[in-house]
């Protein structure tokens, strides 16, 4: 076997070995756990920089043999993988996020009794989205989306001893299940249409013509389904911010790097056919634009700091998603994948920077993480670098990835659908300027000074904390007139400090030839954007030095509008949620009050005849002759009747 193809096979079973041997472990054994973890996801990492560097120097592998072959009565499933440039570049992301969340892990949940599943479950999802990323094979895609659905669903639910956390689990599972209903669906039509799974041999162009632009419609329909569920897009995005109630490190992972923007990858995988469906990529293209805004927008109100992130999160895949429905052939999936893995650097280290501060007040709360800037002013510095990126200011990777998506949607405008080109340009546009608007909202109340009562609020919670591990430590502290700090570990900050060299110098990418495709950037959008980012920042920190909470300068309608989520959720809950759970009291009812009355039916029956035939054993046998007598007489009436 090449190189290259050993290289694709050992990023997906390197994590996957490094689960299966961290879950055989002692329960208790946590520095085992801890090295299992972070050897099987640094190997991992090597096969992929190495996978990367053959690609660059021409190498490429498809219908790799993963798993053996499943033959069936429409043909053989091969559930094999490929190495090209778009599978590489996305697997060194993912593994390098994965290790950082990892590294940072020991740290964060060095108090987790439960630290073997969670960090064997990290690295279960790591190999499933590795999978997904490799993948040569729809069916073989499919086991790696749905067991990412599974490990999110444990790992969002890992405090299960929270309500909340198993209430977002169980949303977040049952959301992403039903866009997987289409996602499956999508699957078996090109299966049918074809009779094929191979991804390799569904987009030659030869292949793609025989399938006709009907049915490639019907089922990319459908895939997109399925993406728009497992990427947190309008209207299946409302289990994004519940589910930030897992443990940080799991926000940065799953809910920032890989599993959102796995629809992404699918997408630009497929994106041949989807230059077939036109009408697909419309679609996609007005679902994307409603999501970016109207996500952004909410993201300016939330009061919690992993809120905001994720109501963040939603907005910036959808750019990811955007580019797929604008781009031309010439430029391909390049403005999707530069703006993934910039995203997945700025955004991992907002997670982790958001994590290290409620580290030291046990709060992810805006109100409670204020003054981070005097208590850990280097966290803070970073903080500050993922959030300016986030916001676009040039010349950090933010800017450069989401001028690239603008870059497609103008070059969209020449296309075949002008309109969706206008749209995305325009709704990005203003987007941009928006998200530009909550990352200074958010900087001003996490990282400026504190007032002097919030100062003394936020001692006596410290001094309550470190009572119970350093006594008079801490009281000594406050009688001295001292805020007691918690300290940020060094794995954290060094965590940190690696995910800050992408979020400063990502935009490098637009160079470096290992993205599949172009891109493009236009002197007057790029200018534009620049302009309207630093607009962004500069006006809202304008109005935070005035009223302080630049939020509350909005109506008070629309303050109740934006955190209700414009009520998607809650329409959800009442056209959904309420209506199924009535249907299985309904169904429940009926299984204990009709199939099980005839159950306990037939006991009762039973029961009573055998009281009753008990009663005719007395034991005269007088009176068994007459019933016998009786009997004879019924017999011979019958038989004569009848004859």
């Known amino acids: 076997m090449s190189g290259i193809a050993q290289a694709a096979r050992l990023v997906v079973l390197l994590p996957a070995l490094a689960a299966l041997c961290g879950l055989l472990l002692p329960r208790g054994e946590r520095a085992g756990q801890a090295i299992i973890a972070v050897v099987g996801t640094g190997a991992a990492l090597v096969a992929a920089i190495s996978e990367l560097v053959q690609v660059r120097d021409g190498g490429f592998a498809v219908a790799v043999p993963l798993l053996p072959p499943v033959p069936t009565g429409a043909g053989t499933i091969e559930l094999a993988v490929r190495a090209d440039a778009l599978s590489a570049v996305v697997a060194v992301m993912v593994t390098t996020v994965a290790l950082c969340v990892q590294v940072y892990s020991i740290a964060y949940q060095a108090k987790d009794p439960r630290y073997r599943a969670f960090a064997s479950t990290v690295s279960l999802f790591t190999a499933a989205m ?29 405090e299960s001893e929270r309500q909340a956390a198993r ?29 094929t799974t191979s991804i390799s041999v569904l987009l030659r162009p030869r292949e793609l013509a025989s399938i006709g632009t009907t049915t490639l419609t019907v089922a990319t329909l459908l895939l997109v389904v399925g993406v728009i569920g497992k990427s947190a897009q309008f209207p299946l995005h409302t289990w994004l911010p519940d589910a930030m109630e897992g443990p940080t490190p799991v926000s940065a992972l799953i809910h920032a790097a890989t599993m959102v923007a ?32 109207g996500a952004a927008l909410i993201a300016c109100v939330q009061t919690d700091l992993k809120r905001v ?37 700025f955004k991992a280290l907002l997670f982790l920077s958001a994590g290290a501060l409620a580290h030291q007040v046990h709060s992810t709360a805006l109100g409670d993480l204020a003054g981070a800037g005097r ?40 296309g075949a659908q002008p309109w969706t080109g206008v749209l995305v340009l325009v709704v990005g ?64 900050t060094g965590v940190l400090l690696v995910l800050a060299v992408p ?91 009709v199939v099980d009355a005839y159950v306990r039916g037939s006991a009762t029956s039973s029961r009573w ?35």
């Open 130 to 158: 590795l999978v997904v990323v490799q993948s040569d094979d729809l069916v073989l895609l499919l086991i790696g989306w749905e067991v990412m659905g599974l490990c999110s669903y444990l790992l969002v639910g890992h």
């Open 167 to 195: 209430a977002a689990a169980v949303k977040a599972f049952l959301v992403t299940r039903f866009g997987d209903i289409g996602f499956v669906l999508g699957i078996i039509v090109l299966w049918v249409a074809s009779g």
């Open 262 to 293: 796995a629809g992404g990858v699918v997408l630009a995988r497929l994106l041949p056919m989807l230059l077939a469906a036109p009408d697909t990529r419309a679609t996609l293209a007005v679902v994307t634009a409603v999501t970016m805004l």
């Open 309 to 345: 992130l994720a109501w963040s999160t939603i907005s910036q895949v959808a750019y990811i998603l955007a580019a797929i429905a604008v781009t031309t052939p010439e430029l391909g999936p390049a403005p999707s994948l530069v703006h993934l893995l910039s995203h997945a650097g």
């Open 375 to 414: 208590r850990s002013p280097l966290v803070a510095v970073l903080f500050t670098l993922g959030l300016a990126s986030l916001a676009g200011v040039p010349p950090l990777s933010g800017y450069w990835s989401k001028e690239a998506v603008l870059g497609a949607a103008e070059e969209g405008i020449h």
């Open 429 to 492: 546009l203003v987007t941009g300027l928006v998200t530009a608007a909550y990352c200074a909202r958010a900087w001003w109340l996490v990282v400026r000074d504190t007032p002097a009562e919030a100062h003394q609020e936020m001692a006596e919670v410290a001094e309550a904390d470190l009572a119970e591990d350093s006594g008079a430590t801490a009281v000594a502290a406050a009688e001295a007139g001292a805020v007691p700090v918690v300290p940020v570990p060094a794995a954290m």
């Open 503 to 593: 979020t400063v110098a990502g935009g490098l990418l637009l160079l470096a030839p290992i993205i599949p495709g172009t891109v493009h950037l236009g002197p007057v959008t790029a200018l534009v954007g620049a302009l309207a980012s630093i607009a962004g920042v500069a006006g809202t920190v304008a109005l935070a030095a005035r009223v302080g909470d630049p939020a509350s300068v909005l109506p008070a309608w629309v303050q109740r509008v934006l955190t209700a989520g414009f009520g998607v959720d809650a329409a959800q809950s009442r056209l959904v949620v309420r209506p199924v759970r009535a249907l299985a009291r309904l169904v429940t009812a009926g299984d204990q009050d």
């Open 609 to 643: 005849a055998g009281i009753a035939l008990r009663r005719t054993q007395t034991g005269v046998t007088t009176g068994y002759l007459t019933w016998l007598v009786a009997g004879a007489l019924v017999a011979v009436v019958v038989g004569v009747g009848l004859r």
